[in-house]
């Protein structure tokens, strides 16, 4: 990959695809807590390129948007997995996500 394919991708994450991903992200913790390497293989099995870099912090700034809570399993041991599901609020944003994008697909499909 040269550095305008880099720099293209770069552009196309943040600008479009951080908001999908967030998206699959609230999705997934909704149907039980998930872990961030779970996550990450999910995401990269839709296609995605993502790095533990990216996630990590945008399954934070989530939960700092009160969209997701995470907590680690105290019977764990020192390298228990900080474990995230979706919040009520979260939930609530989803729903209003989904049916924006019904719209939108039905307009750009
Ligand atoms: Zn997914």
Redesign the pocket.
Known sequence: MNGDEREERKALQREILLGFWKV?IL??AVEGPVVGQWMLS??RH?GYEVSPGTLYPLLHRLERLGWLASEVDPGGGPKAPRRFRTTPAGKAVLAKVRRQLHELLEEID
Do not use: T, Y
């Open positions: 699959h999705h997934h999910e995401l839709h």
